[in-house]
């Protein structure tokens, strides 16, 4: 969530990364449900059994690419609804090296920060952008690891313990990773963590003069 906050408040412009790289994202609902569903099913086993390993991801069998997410996430936060205070108009890039990476920093974070923190000073306001860049920075490297990276999960276990379920099992407790549409799924977390995390006033008025600033 503070990833996509600094991404799309128009703060974080560049991240290391690959964007045909997969972003291994589950809803926590899917982890749950399935977690009752293997209590329910390691009961039925012999105690002397040994315990199944059970990949609860969505990677391997419905990937959607760091690519597609970003693109989801500029249409919302530049299009449908923006954020009612951003620092700059939304965008964000992937570098693939380091030389890039500290050239797009310079350009796009440093320089911009630097700016606004004396234009912050001249007016008498306490200049903070620099330090927030700072704590960027620092989470953006943590967030780096997974944006380079994929994974590649067996889902064997988990495909068993779908098939013994009934169906009126699968409703009640649905941990299929197909059935979810990402296009629905991410627009919902994204306006949760406006409302939730940075308690946005979320009204219609609001959400037209947030438009309007960024046009």
């Known amino acids: 969530s503070s990833g996509i906050n600094a991404e799309y408040g128009g703060v974080l412009r560049i991240l290391e990364g690959d964007v045909t790289k997969v972003a291994d994202v589950i809803p926590i609902d899917h982890c749950v449900n399935m977690l009752i569903v293997v209590g329910w099913y390691t009961s039925t086993l012999p105690v002397e059994d040994k315990p199944l390993i059970y990949h609860c991801t969505s990677g391997t069998k419905h ?82 690891f997974f944006t380079k990276r994929e994974w590649t999960w067996t889902s064997e276990n988990c495909d068993m313990l779908w098939g013994l379920l009934s169906e009126v099992d699968k409703k009640l407790y649905n941990f299929d990773v197909m059935e979810i549409v990402w296009e629905q799924y991410y627009p919902n977390f994204f306006r949760g963590t406006k409302k939730y995390l940075l308690k946005e006033d979320m009204s219609e008025d609001k959400l037209v003069l947030a438009k309007q600033r960024q046009m």
Not at 88 to 114: C, D, G, Q
Not at 125 to 140: I, L, Q, T, W
């Open 63 to 144: 990937p959607f690419t760091w690519f597609k997410l970003g693109t989801l996430l500029l249409e919302f936060f530049s299009q449908q609804e923006p954020y009612n205070e951003v620092f700059r108009r939304p965008a964000v890039n992937f570098a693939t090296s380091k030389m890039e990476l500290a050239y797009w920093k310079l350009i796009s974070h440093t320089i911009p920060a630097y700016l606004a923190d004396g234009a912050a000073k001249v007016s008498g306001s306490k200049p903070v952008m620099r330090r927030a860049y700072d704590k960027v920075h620092k989470a953006s490297e943590t967030f780096t």
